[in-house]
DNA sequence: ACTGTTGTCAACCGGTAGGTTAAATAGCAG
DNA sequence: CTGCTATTTAACCTACCGGTTGACAACAGT
């Protein structure tokens, strides 16, 4: 399994069926059972799809009687928009500044541009 | 390969040597020997990568000479961020709703919400 | 016309993801 | 204690994923 969280997030949220239970859990709590009716798979695999959701932070459980219901944690969605916007910006930083760069010089000379950057996480 | 856009750019970058990939085209083009250059792995793996990339639509590439850099599409975020941005907003009103029915019922009457989990004690 | 550079394609391999069935665990109702 | 319901664990199978090596295509330079 994916070490470091950012990529179970996006791992989690990759597959079809996962997204449509963090949808339906958006909107209410839900139990194995419940979850699993829609689709036609068993509920041991919806079992697995919450265990994937869940070591991903996604997901959180309560026990309560003999039922588990699961509850969506909203929070580590931050973590992927941060990484998402970061990158975003970084890039249309770059159109910016290209466009900068073209409009300054008609004459189409080349002025060396940055040296080239390590890569961050 | 998965069928649907979302499933395609969230699995893409379920990879931490892909992101590193992105975090680095968000600075600069480049080619794909540049790209493999910081990974030990062989240049033929790194085609792979920029092929999940380019097929999720996060990258495409011009035919420049014998080279073929490699550009970072940044419209496809925002496929992501709506996606994410829907639920979290969702599941944030539930809790302000939430909220909103235990401060207005200080007397503990149970209103029968919807046939739900957490009935507040 | 060769040679070197850049990149892809094809075949293969080990690991893991997602599905199944069957069995085990946990709690509630008689 | 027995049984019913809800859920997880175990074992297994297949397909895909990320990596490799080796061959090939396209182009530049000499």
Redesign the interface.
């Known amino acids: 399994m994916?070490a470091?969280p950012?990529?179970r997030v996006?791992?989690a949220?990759?597959?079809?069926t996962r997204?449509d239970m963090?949808?339906r859990?958006?909107?209410?709590?839900?139990?194995v059972n419940e979850l699993a009716e829609p689709y036609d798979v068993t509920v041991q695999a919806v079992s697995k799809h919450l265990k994937v959701l869940q070591d991903a932070g996604l997901v959180s459980r309560?026990r309560?009687a003999q039922?588990r219901?699961v509850h969506?944690e909203?929070e580590v969605?931050d973590l992927?928009?941060r990484?998402?916007?970061r990158?975003?910006r970084?890039?249309?930083e770059?159109y910016r500044r290209l466009d900068d760069l073209l409009r300054s010089m008609p004459d189409g000379t080349e002025p060396t541009?940055p040296p080239?950057?390590?890569?961050?996480?």
């Open positions: 994916a470091d950012l990529s996006f791992s949220l990759a597959d079809p997204r963090v949808a859990l958006a909107v209410a709590d839900a139990t309560t309560e039922r219901p969506l909203a969605f992927m928009t990484w998402i916007e990158y975003r970084q890039a249309e770059r541009p080239q950057t390590g890569a961050p996480t």
